[in-house]
Every structure is written in C-alpha cells, then in structure tokens.
C-alpha cells in the first residue's frame, strides 16, 4: 500500500443496529474498490472483517475490525463496529479512533436504538456523522418513510444527497441531488437515465440541501438570501464544511447486496467527509493535567493512542494504534504516558480484517497495528512530548456469572485466560469472591459471557461452564442473652480448662464488638485476647447457614480458671463454645444484601419497570426525567433478585434501557425465604448437620 498524507486519509467508523447491514456495506466498498477481490456475504461467512470463528458462527460482528480502501488518490481506514448490544466495546474503540461515523440504517426497519447510541456517541464525541439507509432492494423498504423519522429524531441536520425513485413499491433509480443525475442499476453496474421530473420531492429536496449550506458560510448565506442559484462547488464546498462541523448530516441510500448506489456513496465519502488533517483539537493533557490541542502534523512530536488491543496466544498480542500526530516507525523508542516506561514499537502493519500488510512508516491520522507491545487499550505512546489523550470510556459490566472449572486445576490456565481477555475488553471485569470463593465474570450480557467462555477454551485451553454466582448473606442475632462456654478435657497428664460466661446483644456494626466486664480475677486478663480470638473465629460461619455474622457485641462477665489446666487454647474453645450457645438462643436471622439501583428506561416502559421492581422486592425511592424522552428511577433491590435484570431491561426496552447498581447495605431476609436460602447454603457449603 502506497505511502498517504494526512490530508488524504479518512477514518470512517461504520456502526448502527445489529442486522442493519454495516458488514455488508463494508464488503461492497471494499470490493468496489478493488481492496477485495470478491463480495462476500455474512450468511457465508466469507467477509473480510467478520473473519472470527465465533462471528462466522453467529453471522454477526462481535468485536472492532479495520479494512482500508484507496479510492481516488484517498485512503479511507473503515472501521466496522459491532452492532450487537453485548459487544459495544468495539463501538467505542471505533468512534474513538474515526474522524466520521457512518450509521447504516435498514430501511425496513427504520431508526433503532443501535442507531440512535451510534448518533448520540458520535456527536458527543465530535465526530462527522453520515447516515446510509441500507437494503432499499427489499419489498417492504420505505426510503421517505424512514427520512422523516430520522428528521424528527436527529433534527433538521439531516439533508439527503442521494434519494431513490420509487415505481411500484420498487427502485428505479437513484438521483444524485448534488450532481443532478440519475442512475439505475443492472447486476451492480450502474447506466445513467434521465432525471426524473415528475417526482415533486425533489426539488423540496434539493431547496433543502442549499438552506443547509447556506448557513455554513457568510457568504453562502448572502447569496442564498438573494436568491441566487449555488454552483456544484459551492454546494460541494459547503457540505463539506457543514458535515464537518456537525451541522450536516448527510443521508445517502441504496442496497449494498445488490451493489446499487455504492458509487455515490464512495464518491460522497472522498468528497465530502473531513480528513485526518482536518479533524484535528484532540485534546490532551499535559504533565501538570492542563489540557492541550494535538494537531494531526506529520512533522509534528509523535503522540498516538493504543484503541484496541487483541490478545492472541499464539501472535502474541496485537495494539491497534491511532497516530494522532508525527510518525511511527518499527523500533522507535516511545514513553508510555500510562505506566511512564519506555518501549520499543513493534513491528508494524495495515490491517484489512485478518490480513496485515507490512508498513515500514506510519504518519499522523493513519492507523496500523504494532506486534508484542506492552501497551494497553487507551494507553498514550509519546517520542518528544509528554501528553495523555482520554482513554475511551466503556459501558459498565452489568451480568455476573461464577466461572465453575470442567477440570480440576484449570484454575491457572482459567486466570491466565481471563488476564489475556481483559487486556482486550474494556467493558469485562473479573474478582475473586474471598467470601464464596469463587471466580466472578462480569460482561454486558449473555452473548458476551458465552464468547468469553468460548475463547477460554479455543485459545487457551480452559473448559468452564458458567453458574449464577452465590449471593452473600449475613447472619446476626435480635435479643440479648447471656450464656456460658465451659470446656473441660481430663487426659492424663495437664488437661483442659476454660470457663467464661458471655453476654451477646445485636448493635449497630459490621465487626464484632467485644468487651469485658470481669470483676475479682475470675478470668485472668491474660485469656481475655484467647476468648476473643475464639469468638473472631466463630462469627465467620453462622449457625443457620454457614455465612459471616455481623452486628454482635460480646461481653465476657464472669468465668472460671484452674491454675494448671487453663491455657490460651481452653478458652479459645470455651469462647467458641459460648458463642454456638448464645446464637441459638438470641432468635438468629438471616440479613441479605441490598443495592442502590438506578435504572434509565424510556417514558413508556414507565410502568413496567415499576411493577417488575416490585416483583422483585424493590423499593421504589424516586423518579426523574432524564434526556431524549426517558425516565430515571432510583430504588433498593436485593441482589437475589437481580441476577437476570439485564436481561430483562435490554428485552423490555429493546436495548435502549440501561442501569447502575451497587451495594448498599444489609437487611432482614424475609422468613418465608430463609428457608430456602438456609438448604441452598447446606448443599453450597456443606453444613448439613
């Protein structure tokens, strides 16, 4: 691949819902362009960027892939996002390493929700957005429909610069409004007709198309007023200015299968989007955290950004890298911002999906991956400058399961796995349960856990299966009572002697709250850390059903001692022995967690959201309007109940709801359900007396 400039390099992320057709879009451009040699399809599993056996299995990206074009004197680094609510992971590193996002649309199905969060990342990132509405080839595809939704939804930026004309519910050709031809498609290959002049939307359209532009220029906009006519390179120029700066957003159309349309589209992107060059102000912050702007110049100091990283265990591990400003070169010395070490690039090359292509020099606004760097995703690599650029934020893991080896000793191999997959997921998280003792896997639902466990297995040999992870619940006790522990063991010799009598009270606390009140030495005051170690010991199972027990004042009052048989270990016992007594008899209970949550849902899932909270022993604490038409509510749910919650927010809001939850505090499990808790705990735990 010949070497480019940053201002002949474009980085288009294309995203939008799962199955609206951004893979199939990719492939046709691609191919139109040479930089395949074939079209694939993701029914065949033969596309250059779904090339993941898990992805060929599922017929559906599941994680960030890279495919250049050269397209008139242009490079275009496309960057095919997952559409897949579980996998936004890639979505983010796209938009963070695109200048422009490209949102495909179905045009049966109309603006989604993976759409709307495709719109909304990218205008909050700053990034150009284009829209295409995709599969107009289909019988029940409606162009116009579909153009008013995304009018009502995004607003009046949406300006269509390429429009179908219909003829029995079916496409007979495609008008380029900004050229003013029409082209109809045959087996892919387009053959100019004449435009239409019966279809009265179009010049609605085209009167549309200069109001926009007039208000990206002073100038323009003069004009406009006066009511002159734009030439083609003032309508040209002032689109492009306008989509640069996000006050247009374009709307191409066509079907990507079919190859209809592809060229206007390809033409509109070399045309229109901004350059690397162009889309500089990344702001970073310098040593002392003031922000700074990084301008995209090949001559510059070298600031690039590791976006994505894939761990492999047999390539090694893979750093996609952004170069913001200056090169980067195979064996250049650059200082990780993150960690402060300096490291060496490794060896570089262009991406197209699985295939690399050895590049010797990498310039400013170009991407390539480095082989076996130590970096990680978001890290900033610098030579001559010391700044960090933003690490992309993730969505937060919300789905929990328990990691249950196949195999004994897989434990090693399991965390290795789990270590090398965290490198490249930022949205995955993993902790060891020291309570329950086991590995927790937390993801963004369950098609992302079941990848997960998958690559376990493929890449690193690791056979698990997945359990909902055990709840920890609490024990602690309601009244106060007063007991006696006497342990007292004759076996030749010095035997064993301990006696003490022990007060316990439920208080306000997570530790144990010990004190004595022993009057006239009848337990020396050297036993006394022995009975309380006895009793620190104790509270860590519980009487009903082996969890921790919380909320216990001890109090020593009295005991007895013999000058020979007591010992520090006689009345360790004797403690522990007391503390059996005394639970049983100040009417034990079970506590069980309680988290803070705050669920997002749209103004009509309202309602069910509140009754599915109360199906779950929610109590509701407030609602709130929120942005875009959604509501916020605030309740406290046990964490029982909310093992599936992600699963039920994502179905009943079609994956446009989202939540937060974290522990709160403990409270009294209901007696109808400790029953059932405490016989789980014995099979768990093994405390089937």
């Known amino acids: 691949m010949k070497q480019y400039r940053s201002n002949q390099i474009k980085n288009v992320a294309v995203a939008g819902h799962g199955g609206s057709g951004k893979t199939t879009l990719v492939e046709a451009l691609l191919y139109s362009t040479g930089a395949s040699d074939r079209l694939g399809t993701v029914a065949d599993g033969n596309t250059v960027c779904d090339y993941d056996p898990e992805e060929i299995k599922r017929k559906a990206s599941i994680s960030l892939a890279v495919a250049p074009y050269e397209y008139r004197d242009i490079k275009v680094n496309l960057l095919d996002c997952p559409g897949l609510f579980d996998f936004t992971t890639g979505l983010y590193e796209g938009v963070q390493a695109a200048g422009s996002v490209l949102i495909t649309i179905?045009?049966?199905?109309?603006?989604?929700?993976?759409?709307?969060?495709?719109?909304?990342?990218?205008?909050?990132?700053?990034?150009?957005?284009?829209?295409?509405?995709?599969?107009?080839?289909?019988?029940?595809?409606?162009?116009?429909?579909?153009?008013?939704?995304?009018?009502?939804?995004?607003?009046?930026?949406?300006?269509?610069?390429?429009?179908?004309?219909?003829?029995?519910?079916?496409?007979?050709?495609?008008?380029?409004?900004?050229?003013?031809?029409?082209?109809?498609?045959?087996?892919?290959?387009?053959?100019?007709?004449?435009?239409?002049?019966?279809?009265?939307?179009?010049?609605?359209?085209?009167?549309?198309?200069?109001?926009?532009?007039?208000?990206?220029?002073?100038?323009?906009?003069?004009?406009?007023?006066?009511?002159?006519?734009?030439?083609?390179?003032?309508?040209?120029?002032?689109?492009?200015?306008?989509?640069?700066?996000?006050?247009?957003?374009?709307?191409?159309?066509?079907?990507?299968?079919?190859?209809?349309?592809?060229?206007?589209?390809?033409?509109?992107?070399?045309?229109?989007?901004?350059?690397?060059?162009?889309?500089?102000?990344?702001?970073?912050?310098?040593?002392?955290?003031?922000?700074?702007?990084?301008?995209?110049?090949?001559?510059?100091?070298?600031?690039?950004?590791?976006?994505?990283?894939?761990?492999?265990?047999?390539?090694?591990?893979?750093?996609?890298?952004?170069?913001?400003?200056?090169?980067?070169s195979s064996g250049m010395e650059v200082v990780n911002q993150t960690t402060g070490q300096t490291e060496k690039v490794g060896k570089l090359s262009y991406l197209r999906g699985k295939k690399q292509e050895e590049a010797s020099v990498v310039p400013a606004?170009?991407?390539?991956?480095?082989?076996?760097?130590?970096?990680?995703?978001?890290?900033?690599?610098?030579?001559?400058?010391?700044?960090?650029?933003?690490?992309?934020?993730?969505?937060?893991?919300?789905?929990?399961?328990?990691?249950?080896?196949?195999?004994?000793?897989?434990?090693?191999?399991?965390?290795?796995?789990?270590?090398?997959?965290?490198?490249?997921?930022?949205?995955?998280?993993?902790?060891?349960?020291?309570?329950?003792?086991?590995?927790?896997?937390?993801?963004?639902?369950?098609?992302?856990?079941?990848?997960?466990?998958?690559?376990?297995?493929?890449?690193?040999?690791?056979?698990?299966?997945?359990?909902?992870?055990?709840?920890?619940?609490r024990e602690t006790i309601q009244k106060k009572v007063k007991v006696q522990g006497k342990h007292k063991k004759q076996s030749g010799g010095h035997g064993q002697y301990g006696d003490v009598w022990i007060e316990f009270e439920p208080y306000e606390g997570e530790d144990l709250l010990f004190d004595q009140k022993v009057v006239g030495g009848a337990v020396p005051k050297n036993y006394f850390p022995a009975v309380e170690k006895g009793l620190r010991e104790s509270i860590t199972r519980g009487i009903l059903a082996g969890y921790p027990v919380v909320g216990l004042k001890a109090t020593l009052l009295d005991g007895s001692y013999h000058p020979v048989d007591s010992s520090e270990m006689a009345f360790k016992t004797a403690a522990s022995l007391a503390y059996k007594a005394g639970m049983q008899q100040a009417s034990p209970v079970l506590l069980e967690p309680i988290g803070h949550l705050s669920v997002t849902v749209p103004d009509a899932n309202t309602g069910d959201m509140m009754g599915e909270l109360n199906k779950r022993r929610g109590r509701v604490l407030g609602m709130s309007p929120d942005e875009d038409g959604t509501t916020v509510i605030e309740a406290d749910v046990p964490m029982s109940e909310m093992h599936d919650f992600a699963t039920l927010v994502r179905q009943m809001t079609q994956g446009s709801g989202s939540f937060t939850f974290t522990f709160e505090r403990y409270e009294q499990l209901p007696n109808q359900l400790a029953a059932g808790v405490i016989e789980r705990a014995r099979v768990l735990f093994g405390t089937d007396e």
């Open 365 to 473: 606004g170009d991407i390539a991956v480095a082989a076996k760097m130590n970096a990680a995703t978001g890290d900033t690599l610098c030579n001559g400058v010391s700044v960090k650029v933003e690490k992309p934020k993730y969505d937060a893991p919300c789905y929990s399961m328990a990691i249950m080896p196949k195999a004994k000793g897989d434990e090693s191999k399991i965390a290795q796995g789990v270590q090398r997959l965290l490198e490249e997921d930022g949205s995955l998280a993993f902790a060891q349960n020291a309570e329950t003792h086991q590995q927790v896997i937390s993801g963004l639902g369950e098609q992302h856990l079941d990848v997960v466990i998958t690559k376990l297995k493929t890449k690193f040999g690791a056979d698990v299966n997945l359990e909902p992870p055990i709840v920890a619940y």
């Open 106 to 328: 179905s045009g049966k199905s109309g603006v989604t929700v993976g759409a709307r969060k495709a719109y909304k990342l990218a205008k909050k990132k700053g990034k150009s957005r284009v829209i295409f509405v995709s599969k107009l080839d289909r019988e029940s595809a409606d162009f116009y429909k579909v153009l008013e939704q995304l009018k009502s939804i995004f607003g009046p930026s949406v300006c269509p610069l390429v429009v179908p004309v219909m003829r029995d519910k079916k496409v007979e050709c495609y008008v380029d409004l900004i050229q003013m031809k029409a082209y109809a498609y045959e087996n892919g290959k387009a053959k100019e007709v004449p435009v239409p002049q019966s279809d009265h939307r179009i010049d609605g359209l085209i009167a549309a198309i200069s109001e926009a532009v007039a208000e990206t220029d002073e100038e323009l906009f003069e004009k406009y007023f006066s009511g002159e006519q734009f030439t083609k390179e003032e309508l040209a120029k002032g689109l492009h200015e306008g989509i640069k700066n996000g006050s247009v957003t374009p709307v191409f159309c066509g079907s990507a299968q079919e190859m209809e349309a592809i060229d206007l589209l390809l033409n509109g992107i070399a045309d229109f989007l901004p350059t690397a060059q162009e889309m500089t102000g990344v702001v970073a912050e310098d040593e002392i955290g003031d922000p700074v702007e990084i301008i995209c110049d090949e001559e510059g100091p070298v600031v690039a950004q590791v976006f994505k990283t894939v761990a492999d265990p047999f390539i090694g591990k893979l750093s996609y890298i952004k170069v913001i400003s200056g090169k980067i």
